[in-house]
């Protein structure tokens, strides 16, 4: 991210000891100015180091969690303040680490009704999309994607995956609100089918 504005520069400076803050797309109004107000479901990211390029720092903000937006606060700051919760996804029953898939989407279990794990389906199909910028290109996003998958867990490596389809910013935020895996899986394959 290029940091330019006022507000954000003094954000960072505020934030220099603990350097996390939230990203959220603006639900309406202007992106410059106090009227505009965020969706409330954000992420939580954090950045290492702040690299200065002439009038602009740059960051590279890592997302840590996804967080729900309780309150707002546009007084006390340039920037908007905002008092957040832990957003996660409801609890569907034991399933594997994402390390540990094996590239294959599980069947429906008909003893239990549970629905087929549709993770593993959605990484091969953006593999596949990768495949089209040549091998070297292809070779980098699949490392990326390995370390990423053995990084994180089923809930945030899913929301990794969902924030690499080139997607109109609403349907992604819809998915990033969705608190169910199998629901948010379906929902980015039959978002990506249509693109296609």
């Given at each position: 991210m290029r940091v330019f504005e006022d507000r954000y520069v003094q954000m960072l400076k505020d934030i220099e000891?603990?350097?996390?803050?939230?990203?959220?797309?603006?639900?309406?109004?202007?992106?410059?100015?106090?009227?505009?107000?965020?969706?409330?479901?954000?992420?939580?990211v954090e950045f290492d180091s702040i690299d200065r390029q002439g009038d602009f720092q740059i960051i590279k903000p890592k997302g840590r969690h996804r967080v729900y937006l309780e309150s707002f606060d546009r007084d006390r700051k340039p920037y908007l303040l905002a008092k957040c919760n832990a957003y996660e996804d409801e609890d569907s029953g034991p399933v594997a680490p994402p390390g540990r898939n094996t590239g294959?989407?599980?069947?429906?279990?008909?003893?239990?009704?549970?629905?087929?794990?549709?993770?593993?389906?959605l990484e091969a199909n953006i593999l596949k999309m990768a495949n089209v910028l040549g091998p070297e290109e292809s070779r980098a996003v699949r490392d990326v994607m390995e370390a990423v998958r053995t990084d994180m867990d089923r809930e945030n490596f899913s929301l990794f995956l969902c924030g690499c389809l080139h997607l109109p910013p609403i349907y992604l935020q819809r998915l990033l609100e969705s608190r169910s895996l199998p629901y948010r899986m379906e929902n980015a394959l039959n978002l990506l089918s249509q693109s296609e």
């Open positions: 000891d603990k350097p996390f803050f939230v990203i959220s797309m603006i639900s309406s109004g202007d992106e410059v100015g106090v009227t505009a107000t965020p969706y409330r479901v954000g992420t939580l294959s989407a599980s069947l429906p279990d008909a003893g239990t009704g549970q629905a087929a794990d549709r993770l593993p389906e």
